[in-house]
């Protein structure tokens, strides 16, 4: 089973609001009259919780991309094993029609590089270090329920595969600052007859423009396997990432890495006529099987 982008969205001011009206209402015909006005002032304004979250994650159109730098430790010993850069780059499709899913789209990569010096590996005991590279994902996001939730579709050939959202993303504010709450918990059987089971959380804080250098920013965990290459065991990931307008903004070392290893990856999937050359296989996309 897989549980993505889990929690339920909820508004810290939405809630005060409400209890505030309860609470100072004289009687109990008032205050169910205040707390259904209350009620529908914030499903009235809860779709631009969707609005702002795909805004700092996606951008309005133009692609935007967001850097990360962060390490791999061993568990429960806690040395660091590896460190790891990389990035992402997305674009946003609104739809014309505000009952439609807006459409993500997106491609990251991450090297892995020497705990120590921080270079980038490309072999390790022997074994080649290949880097994690999805040549796109694209989610379709909705809102329901008081609700955000993203459908993840990613693959290529035979191995396209759709994932959906269940219990959807937490939304919350803590001060002027939105906070983006999304859990992970990953469970499904792999080709080769494994299982994979990782559990992976996404906290997003988006600031006010202007209040601070970096307003876009991401802390991630994992628990999971080691790839093959590094011995398969249990280990913590760590990444703090931020969001760039450009490649200018990017880190020297991540984009002298990318320009020579993944140059497709600085601009993100263009168009779903894209994404379909790219789960097709077809070499033009410059993505093959």
């Not at 994932?163 to 600052?177: K, N, V």
Request: hydrophobic residues 40%.
């Amino acid at each position: 089973m897989v549980r993505n982008l889990a929690l339920i969205t909820a508004s810290i001011l939405a809630f005060t609001a409400c209890a505030t009206s309860v609470a100072e209402a004289p009687d109990t015909e008032t205050a169910v009259a205040d707390a259904n006005e209350a009620d529908v002032a914030v499903m009235a304004a809860e779709p631009d919780v969707l609005k702002a979250w795909v805004d700092a994650r996606a951008g309005t159109g133009e692609p935007v991309h967001w850097v990360s730098d962060g390490g791999i430790y061993a568990y429960p010993s806690g040395e660091k094993l590896f460190g790891m850069i990389g990035f992402d780059s997305s674009t946003v499709i609104w739809p014309d029609d505000p009952n439609e899913k807006v459409i993500h789209l997106t491609r990251k990569t991450f090297a892995y590089t020497d705990a120590e010096t921080g270079e980038v590996l490309t072999e390790y005991n022997g074994q080649p270090v290949v880097p994690i590279a999805y040549p796109y994902q694209m989610i379709e996001y909705r809102y329901e329920n008081g609700r955000i939730y993203g459908d993840v579709t990613q693959g290529v050939g035979d191995r396209v595969q759709k994932i959906i959202s269940e219990d959807g993303i937490a939304a919350r504010q803590i001060g002027d600052t939105w906070a983006f709450t999304a859990a992970v918990f990953l469970d499904f059987p792999l080709p080769n007859g494994a299982q994979y089971e990782a559990w992976e959380n996404y906290d997003f804080f988006i600031n006010p423009e202007g209040s601070v250098e970096e307003p876009h920013q991401m802390s991630w965990q994992r628990y999971g396997a080691l790839p093959a290459w590094a011995g398969g065991e249990q280990a913590i990931y760590h990444l703090l990432s931020h969001r760039v307008e450009s490649q200018d903004e990017f880190p020297t070392q991540l984009l002298i890495w990318a320009q020579e290893n993944k140059p497709e990856w600085l601009t993100p999937p263009m168009s779903l006529e894209e994404i379909e050359a790219i789960q097709a296989g077809d070499q033009a996309s410059g993505f093959g099987n």
